[in-house]
């Protein structure tokens, strides 16, 4: 993997531990040369990652809309910056920019781009190993759930499986590493 997309919060919520990890995640990319592609953002632990990386040599492209740019919220001593037109072209250059993604702390945009990925993954557009860093048990309901997606019957356990989870750093790029993609053998429970 030579990038990784990286989807967060605009804020930095209230817990420290997801500014931490936001860092500690900056420079672990940048001291194992892996590139971060991000939304480009200056701001909450868009910010911190893309600061935490340069400040360590790190690769960092963002990908930013117009809209976006103009209100003032864009990183401008990022090493590549991409402008696009939308939140649509935003997520479809960051996947076609990157190897995999990790989904740190975040609100209904960060939300948004984690399941579009795992859609695409699942539907077999890109390939690419999604990674959750579970920070401080932020995504446990959410993990919890997907589960009950798969108890339910709305979601096959070949693509549950499909969704890398760690509160670990180094473990979640070691297995995402290790990834290999496979076509599920069906698409709905019968």
Not at 7 to 33: H, P, Q
Not at 63 to 76: A, D, Q, R, S
Not at 162 to 169: E, G, H, N, Q, R
């Amino acid at each position: 993997m030579n990038a990784i997309a990286v989807y967060c919060g605009s804020n930095k919520g209230k817990n420290s531990k997801y500014v931490k990890a936001a860092e500690n995640l900056g420079i672990y990319l940048a001291k194992n040369d892996i590139e971060i592609v991000y939304g480009a953002g200056n701001i909450g632990l868009m910010g911190v990652i893309a600061d935490a990386a340069l400040g360590n040599n790190g690769k960092v492209t963002g990908v930013i809309p117009h809209f976006l740019k103009e209100k003032e919220v864009c990183h401008m001593e990022l090493t590549h910056l991409f402008l696009v037109d939308s939140m649509h072209e935003r997520k479809v250059e960051m996947t076609r920019l990157s190897d995999g993604a990790i989904i740190l702390p975040g609100g209904f945009g960060t939300l948004d781009e984690m399941f579009e990925i795992i859609t695409l993954v699942q539907l077999g557009q890109t390939k690419q190993p999604i990674g959750i860093l579970n920070v401080d048990g932020f995504y446990d309901h959410l993990i919890a759930h997907m589960d009950r997606m798969v108890e339910e019957g709305f979601v096959i356990p070949e693509h549950r499986a499909l969704i890398y989870t760690s509160t670990d750093v180094d473990t979640l790029i070691k297995e995402m590493k290790a990834h290999q993609f496979k076509e599920a053998t069906k698409w709905i429970n019968t």
